[in-house]
């Protein structure tokens, strides 16, 4: 692909800084389907660019999550995901390997008008176990 790529389109947008680091977070989540969290984020990034420090990571995970372009998953108090595709979506969620798969098929929720909230989105985890962990329990 030829001109700006899509990193640099989300940072000039961002009004963040385009540095070579930033660049490797945004390239890492974007299309990322496996919810990684800041951790896992760092780990994967800081491999090619051993210097950078958590900070940068956090920084600009906060900064994409303000504007929109990243969701935040408090799935797990104790380790928040990241999931950059923002358009509404439910989760499945492993109680095994706790891992965390999106669910494409909406559900039609209604809930009634006596609650008085103007409502402007939902959440549905599903818990249980992924084929392959079910394969090994028993
Ligand atoms: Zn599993
Ligand atoms: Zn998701």
Known sequence: MKGKTRA???CKELGLKLTPQRMAILGYLDGN???PSA???YSAVSKRFPGMSRATVYNTLASL??????LELTIDPAK???DPDTKPH???????CKRV???DRMFDLELPDSLGYDIT???IEFYGYCPECRSTRT
């Open 65 to 70: 999550r303000d504007k929109g372009k990243l």
């Open 33 to 35: 389907i496996a919810h």
């Open 80 to 82: 928040k995901r990241y």
């Open 121 to 123: 989105g939902n959440h």
């Open 8 to 10: 640099q389109e989300i």
């Open 101 to 103: 798969s999106d669910i």
């Open 90 to 96: 439910h989760h499945l969620i492993c109680l095994e």
């Open 39 to 41: 951790e896992d984020i």
